[in-house]
Every structure is written in C-alpha cells, then in structure tokens.
C-alpha cells in the first residue's frame, strides 16, 4: 500500500493545548494535503503543501514538510472543542492521492 | 455553488443487487474520484476520472465499475453487491494548479449497506 500513516492514532488534550500529529509517507509526491473529518461527514481540507514548500500557516494551523525525512506535521494552535475530528493526511502523486488512516483528536472542554 | 454533490445519502441493499451512486460537480474541475472509507481506516481510491472520457483503476477496483458522464458527472456502479462492500462512499473532485492535481473536494457521502 502507498498510504502514508499519521502518528498518533488518538489524541486527547485540554482545550487551549496545542495538538500536534505527524504523517509519514512513502513515495515522492507532487504535494501533501491535510483533511478534517468530522463524526458521520465527509473531508474538508484544511492545507497543502508542495513539495518545494517546508512550512505553511492557515489561521492556526501550521504544516510542516521534510521532503528527506518523508513526513510531515500538523500543528493546531490553542485548540478549540469545535476542533475535534479525525485528522487525515493526504499525498498527491501523478493523478492520484494517498491517504492516511487518520489521527483522532479529542479536544476537551 | 453547490460543490460536490452525491446521491443516494443512504442505501440498503441485499446480496446480489446492483446499484449506481451518482456525483456531480460544478467546479469545472478535470479530474474526478470515488473513494470507499471503512471503520478506522482512511480513504482507499477505486476509480478515478483525470479528464472526460477517460478512467483509470485505483487501490480497490474489484467488484465496481464507473462511468465518466460528462465533465460534471462521474456514477460508480456495484453490479453485484457483496456484504464486503458495505462501506462509506465518497465523491471527489480537484483542481489542477500548473498541471499538477491540487485541493480535493468532498461530497458528503453515501452510506451504503449490503445484507
């Protein structure tokens, strides 16, 4: 399978906590994408990377890209109840996209 | 805009049927796709569509056939349903930004159950 992983399955944090997941992946890819899935929906993207791109920031979001390395993270800043979701990572290759299995943040209120 | 657009929301089936889940975009977009997401795992790709009139197999393409309509529509049919095939499906399209595929967008899902 190409699928990249993102690590940790599950996080869990308090509100105000900053959450951080990373994304592994195998090939080399055009861009890298983030997704949010929330319970029972479909995904909503969040941000892309390309490849000739090392750092990205979207509101409170930040992305990171180690095209050496084959990872990448997510970094939500001062996380909010609304934040909770799974969090998917998404590689573009030629025509097509791999993703992730997914990082499930809980946040806390 | 109403975006990527799916129909049925929800389908039961029974063993044997066949069916036809329907996409539609209006975004322009070239490229179009469909995915099957299962319990605690992410989005496999079955068939993909980078340009009208042409398609092109995915990750999980067995038991499945898709149809590139035009350029907003793209259908997948289940000719003959198994339980196995009991999943979440997901349309998508994505824009191409200098000749690479960039941002996908998601319809909201079919949820399709095969007793």
């Known amino acids: 399978s190409q699928q990249g992983e993102e690590d940790p399955q599950a996080l869990s944090i308090q509100e105000g906590e900053n959450a951080t997941m990373n994304c592994s992946y195998k090939t080399s890819i055009n861009n890298l994408q983030w997704y949010r899935q929330n319970s029972g929906r479909g995904l909503v993207h969040l941000i892309l990377?390309?490849?000739?791109?090392r750092e990205k920031h979207s509101g409170r979001l930040r992305v990171t890209l180690d095209t050496s390395k084959k990872s990448s993270s997510l970094l939500i800043t001062a996380s909010r109840a609304a934040d909770t979701a799974s969090y998917f990572c998404?590689?573009?290759?030629?025509?097509?996209?791999?993703f992730g299995t997914g990082t499930s943040l809980t946040v806390i209120p | 805009n109403a975006g990527v657009t799916q129909t049925p929301k929800f389908q039961v089936l029974k063993t044997g049927q066949s069916m036809t889940l329907q996409c539609a975009q209006d975004m322009n977009h070239n490229s179009m796709y469909w995915y099957r997401q299962d319990p605690g795992m992410g989005l496999r790709l079955i068939y993909y569509s980078a340009s009208e009139g042409t398609t092109d197999k995915g990750e999980v393409p067995n038991g499945y056939n898709v149809s590139r309509l035009n350029k907003r529509e793209f259908s997948l049919r289940l000719e003959s349903a198994a339980p196995s095939q009991t999943s979440v499906y997901f349309c998508a399209s994505s824009e191409l930004v200098w000749a690479v595929q960039e941002t996908q967008y998601f319809g909201p899902g079919t949820r399709l159950l095969v007793l």
């Open positions: 990377i390309r490849s000739n791109e």
């Open positions: 998404a590689t573009g290759t030629g025509n097509q996209f791999y």
